[in-house]
């Protein structure tokens, strides 16, 4: 049986679930009980690779994963005989702390020191190697990212947090509240909000007039992948006494409604 350990997408347009096998599993709206269904496993991945990333889903169905020092993406779910599609390498060296974005506007990824590269989509100009990006205003390095690049992207570190977003005269930062505490995992967009775990603990980035980060209440479990945003609800694989993810939850309303669980798929090791 696989052990998820990542989650991409959301529960009203539906998520993606990566295995620790490379398998990779994909379930609808979440209220409607579809069927999980089988995409194929993640092109050379080696099971168990610590060395993994990141997994990206966005409304297009995209989803990309990062381990080693691969990116490859995966442009239809659910269907066993689809390709998975190379990403150009990371600049040699930097190794991949995270990644965000996807395979239409192009990527930014978090190296292993802390910098910001990115690599422009087809729709951004097409360009086939990964520029480095200006630093975040931080006095330390960033920790981790998220967001798009139609909207900006999010960068963390512990205490500060900023926007980065991309215009003719080229990337500039826009320092944001910083966050209350150094968190592990954050997910979603500057137009639907965002979220952000750590310490055992959910907080929210609304991103109106006056952004600022607000706590939210959640069962005590402890959380090993997050992912979606306050407007379209948030999933999260949750770590049993192994620390293995086996189990999914989700809450359609963050901080307003009751967490539901959707029972992870089974899955064959390869």
Known sequence: MS???RIAGNPATGIVLLGDDGAVRSLGQVETWSAWMASPQAAGFVPGEAAFACLRGDGAGFVTVAHGTAIRYLAVLGQPNARWKDVALPPAGTGIAGLAGGPLEGYLLL?????LYRLDGPAAGGRSEWQACA???FSDKATLIAGCWQHGMLALADGAAAKLKSGGTGDAWTALPAPPLAFEMVTGNFQDGFIAYGEGLLFMLDMGAQPRWSRLGM???DMRALSGDPAHGVAAVLADSSGDGT?????LHPGKGSWSLALAPSAKRA
């Open 247 to 251: 189990l999914v939850v989700y809450t």
């Open 3 to 5: 052990n998820y350990i």
């Open 219 to 221: 069962p005590s479990f």
């Open 135 to 137: 630093a975040p205003p």
């Open 111 to 115: 190296a292993a020191d802390g910098r």
